[in-house]
C-alpha cells in the first residue's frame, strides 16, 4: 500500500523546544518557590511524555500529587506566554515539509505540548501553514501511546493509518505509531531519546530528517 500521509510529533522531531522547555520549567520552579533550576542536559530527559510527567519527574513525585499539579499548571501557563523564544526547526525539516506538500500530500502534529502552547509555536515557526490538523491531550485525547490522536489526525487527512507515516523521537511516538498500525514508522535521531532497543529493527532510523523523503522514491 502507498505512503498517502504523514504524522509528526513536534518537540524534538519538528522543532528544538529544549531551551523553551528548560526556561518554562525553571520559571515555574521559582515561582513555586523551589531552590533550583535545571540544566538543558537534566531537561533533556524529561521531554516528550507532557506537561504532567516532566512535573512529576523533576519533583519525583506522584502524577497526582499536589505539587506536581501546581508544578505542571505553573509550567503551562509559562509555556502559553512564551512558548518559542529560543526554539527553532531541527535541520532540514522546512525543506522536508515543503517537499510533502508539494507533492500534494496531507499533514499533522500530535503532540503532548499543551494545546495553547501548541497553538503558538506552530504559529511562530511557521509550521500551521503545513499541516490539516494539530492535536493535543488537552484537545480530548487520550496521550501517547494511546494512538488516539493519530487515528484521528487520519480521520481528518481522509487516509487510513496503513497509509500514514508516523515520525517521532520517542518510545511513546514510536508505540503509539505500532499502535495506531501505520504503514512506517520512523524516528528522528536528532531528538532527545534514543530509539527504544526493543524497536530498532522495526522502526525506519532518520540520520538527517530529510531521509524521510526516500520513503517517497
Known amino acids: ?51 504532567q510527567k516532566l512535573a512529576s519527574n523533576v519533583l519525583g513525585k506522584p502524577m497526582d500529587h499536589p505539587d506536581t499539579m501546581a508544578m505542571y499548571h505553573a509550567f503551562a501557563d509559562f509555556y502559553e506566554q512564551s512558548p518559542a523564544d529560543f526554539g527553532c526547526m531541527f535541520p532540514g525539516v522546512k ?29 511562530a515557526l511557521g509550521l500551521d501553514g503545513y499541516m490539516t490538523l494539530s492535536l493535543s491531550p488537552e484537545d480530548g485525547f487520550a496521550k501517547k501511546p494511546a494512538p488516539d490522536m493519530l487515528v484521528e489526525c487520519c480521520r481528518a487527512m481522509g487516509v487510513e493509518p496503513s ?41 525506519v532510523s532518520l540520520p538527517n530528517f530529510t531521509d524521510l523523503l526516500k520513503l517517497l522514491d
Open 1 to 51: 500500500m502507498s505512503i498517502k500521509a504523514f504524522i509528526f510529533d513536534l518537540d524534538g522531531t519538528l522543532i528544538d523546544a529544549l531551551p523553551d522547555i528548560q526556561a518554562n520549567a525553571n520559571r515555574a520552579l521559582e515561582k513555586l518557590g523551589y531552590d533550583f533550576q535545571m540544566s538543558l542536559k537534566e531537561t533533556q530527559p524529561h521531554v516528550g511524555g507532557g506537561a
Open 163 to 203: 497509509e500514514t507515516v508516523m515520525t517521532g523521537d520517542t518510545r511513546f511516538d514510536v508505540e503509539a505509531g505500532f499502535a495506531a498500525k501505520c504503514h512506517t514508522v520512523a524516528f528522528a535521531e536528532h531528538g532527545y531519546q534514543d530509539v527504544p532497543e526493543e524497536y530498532a529493527n522495526r522502526v
Open 95 to 123: 525543506e522536508t515539509l515543503d517537499t510533502i506538500q508539494a507533492k500534494g500530500l496531507p499533514m499533522c502534529i500530535v503532540t503532548a505540548k499543551p494545546a495553547k502552547a501548541r497553538v503558538k509555536v506552530t504559529k
